[in-house]
């Protein structure tokens, strides 16, 4: 029955920008844009275990309301989880066990638009000053690790930051190009209005104030000299792991790759020896 219901809803969205795409690119854009900043399911399940024993913390920022934990104040090398878009940080709740058994601080907060924070739509703009404004209030942060969107919003947050030879950081399949993200959407809603497309960059533009390729994580690893792990799945269908061996052709010193085969998206992070990797790493 789920399956049957998410499959009229697509269905109707696609009718939906074929028929507005016609009239009006303008408006097609508009609305394509809303669509793609926000999340369609909200991670609101039992807090696990591990999230009961947290110290629970809440901050208003740029009109939302955010939520989050923190385990170990002020005892440890200080880690930062950052989760991707549709997620949450209680997904990540065997990575807070791993760091904890090392001696690390964790602080772990839901994005805007996210888990139990407030919001119903976000962008990397935004994103990525809500990681600054967890580095410049409960930091410094010396060890990040973010997985798909969150790995986006990481790098453009590093790049404008003080740096700090003192990081590591993870990315765990991370979107590494926008670009490649709007033409996976454009392709999922079957719009193929070039007049809607370039409004739609226009959008982005006025919004985020820099193009479309501003938003990469290629742009922004010049001002990331720190060491970085980088995993990625060959079978990743979300963030394709062809924009990230682009990054790997590189062969920039500091960065190290780890290519799984099998595990997608998703599972990626959720694998107990990708886990063993990145908690070694940090």
């Known amino acids: 029955m789920m399956k ?11 009718k939906k920008f074929s028929l507005l795409s016609a009239i009006s690119p303008r408006k097609t854009a508009e609305q394509a844009f809303k669509l793609f900043s926000t999340p369609q399911r909200r991670t609101r399940g039992p807090l696990p275990a591990i999230f009961t024993e947290a110290e629970k913390l809440h901050f208003d920022f740029e009109g939302y309301h955010i939520a989050g934990y923190r385990w170990n104040k002020d005892t440890g090398r200080r880690v930062l989880i950052i989760h991707g878009f549709e997620s949450s940080v209680i997904n990540f709740d065997q990575y807070v066990q791993s760091l904890l058994q090392k001696g690390y601080e964790v602080l772990a ?6 888990g139990r924070s407030s919001g119903k739509q976000v962008n990397a703009v935004v994103f990525s000053n809500f990681i600054r404004h967890i580095h410049e209030h409960y930091g410094p942060v010396h060890s990040f690790m973010a997985h ?3 790995g986006l919003c990481l790098c453009i947050a590093l790049a404008e930051m003080k740096p700090d030879n003192n990081r590591r950081i993870v990315l765990i399949a991370p979107a590494t190009e926008t670009a490649t993200a709007i033409r996976h959407f454009f392709h999922f809603i079957r719009l193929k209005n070039d007049k809607a497309r370039k409004e739609f960059d226009n959008i982005i533009t006025r919004v985020g104030g820099q193009p479309v390729a501003w938003f990469s994580i290629g742009r922004t690893l010049e001002q990331i000299p720190n060491p970085v792990l980088w995993l990625h799945d060959e079978n990743d269908q979300i ?44």
């Open 109 to 114: 907060f839901d994005a805007p638009a996210h």
């Open 4 to 14: 049957l219901v998410q499959k009229i809803a697509v269905g109707y969205i696609r």
């Open 148 to 150: 798909s969107f969150g």
């Open 239 to 282: 963030t394709p792991l062809s924009d990230a061996l682009k990054i790997k052709e590189r062969n920039l010193p500091n960065i190290r790759f780890v290519i799984t085969k099998g595990l997608g998206h998703s599972r990626i992070y959720r694998d107990e020896e990708v886990r063993k990797e990145v908690v070694g790493f940090l």
